[in-house]
């Protein structure tokens, strides 16, 4: 990618798409880094959903799980043991909530709280106190997030290392141990993996859902935090329900930059060719942001969440065969932690820049949160 493209992209990555689709007369986009992006809605909703587009395995666990049934069986039984804890999560917030400071930095945050909630979910209080440290150092560790910065990567794959070792050999002592009812996330994670799999790979997936649940969590949260602060300066509290500044927020600022397939045999799509292994993805943003499809599409309006009447195309977990298994349980996540949150509190933001910046998806550029009981 050429210096002034990646320029580009580093100051607005929304509105750089945005200008490639103003600039394109197709609904498929040609990317200066390679690769197509498909931004008419129904050509991404035939990509995201044709069987021609979705065989094999996804590429959510990489090369770490062997079949498509043990990746869908790993995520369903994740999301099932998310959905009992719902209740735990909800009084844990209690407390992290009282530990939250007056001005508090986001979106780290954000992804402290939802952390906060989840960490006996996770891994059970009865874990060594070790792995259990290791998993705290990881969240502001750069394992979460790809840092831009070499160094840091460097120390974030080191830590990384070590809770993958330190993981597996909990994996090792469970196994070695009676079978019994699901303590937490590795317990979920461990009963639906194949036997075969090493111990380190277990460990490996395990931190895969880790990252998956409380990274896009957080970040969710903190992009509802910071546009319903800008949409709504008055000291009256805010007129919308967390629910629909949530879903709006996934319309408005999704965190899942693309969604791609990989073309596995000669095909046509859109009126251009494509051979196999070249990549078409679908932008979310693009998808939310299509004029034809959403009524004042570029404006963060909740209040469209109760209005009759059809929406655009909505896909901020994907759509079709690879959709996000635990869509539902993280959008319960996210609107009880916004809910508690608010409760009793007025919130205000200082240092809000509604441009996302890129790490591993589009999150929030840093901003302050200033948060007053009532």
């Known amino acids: 990618m050429r210096t002034g493209y990646r320029r580009r992209l580093k100051r607005d990555p929304f509105e750089y798409l945005e200008d490639l689709r103003r600039r394109t007369a197709t609904g498929v986009i040609r990317l200066p880094w390679g690769g197509w ?7 991404a909703n035939e990509l995201l959903r ?43 917030l209690v407390g992290a909530l009282a530990d939250l400071p007056p001005a508090s930095g986001w979106p780290a945050a954000g992804a402290e709280l939802v952390y906060r909630g989840l960490a006996n979910v996770l891994l059970h209080p009865r874990t060594s106190a070790g792995t259990r440290r290791l998993m705290d150092q990881a969240l502001h560790g750069g394992v979460m997030f790809r840092s831009p910065h070499v160094w840091r990567r460097a120390r974030a794959e080191i830590l990384r290392g070590k809770l993958i070792a330190a993981v597996a050999e909990e994996v090792g002592w469970r196994r070695a141990g009676p079978a019994g009812q699901s303590r937490d996330v590795l ?40 546009l319903a602060c ?24 999704p965190m899942v930059w693309m969604v791609g397939r990989t073309v596995i045999r000669p095909a046509e799509f859109g009126g251009l060719p494509f051979e196999p292994g070249d990549v078409l993805s ?31 195309p ?25 809910a508690a949150l608010t409760r009793d509190a007025r919130l ?10 890129m790490a591993e998806g589009a999150v929030p550029r840093p901003f302050t949160v200033l948060r007053t009981l009532t």
């Not at 993996?193 to 970040?219: M, W, Y």
């Open 230 to 253: 800008l949409h709504h300066t008055s000291d009256s509290p805010w007129p919308w329900p967390p629910a629909w500044i949530v879903r709006e927020a996934m319309r408005h600022r």
């Open 348 to 357: 205000t933001v200082t240092g809000a820049d509604a441009r996302p910046a």
């Open 50 to 92: 044709s069987p021609e587009f979705n065989t094999g395995t996804s590429g959510f666990f990489g090369d770490l799980l062997p079949t498509r049934t043990a990746q869908v069986a790993i995520g369903q039984a994740a999301r099932n043991l998310l959905r009992t804890r719902v209740s735990e999560y909800r009084d844990a």
């Open 282 to 312: 679908v932008s979310p943003f693009l998808v939310h942001h299509d004029q034809r499809r959403w009524a004042d599409a570029d404006v963060f309006r909740p209040e469209r969440w109760a209005e009759p009447g059809e929406r655009g």
């Open 314 to 338: 909505y896909v901020p977990f994907g759509a079709g065969p690879y959709s996000c298994v635990g869509a539902s349980v993280a959008l319960t996540l996210m609107t009880e932690t916004l």
């Open 187 to 226: 317990d979920a994670v461990l009963g639906a993996c194949p036997d075969v799999l090493a111990d380190r790979t277990v460990a490996e997936v395990f931190l895969v859902l880790f990252r998956s649940i409380v990274a896009p969590v957080g970040s969710t949260l903190a992009w509802s935090v910071l």
């Open 37 to 43: 992006c498909v931004s008419d809605p129904d050509l």
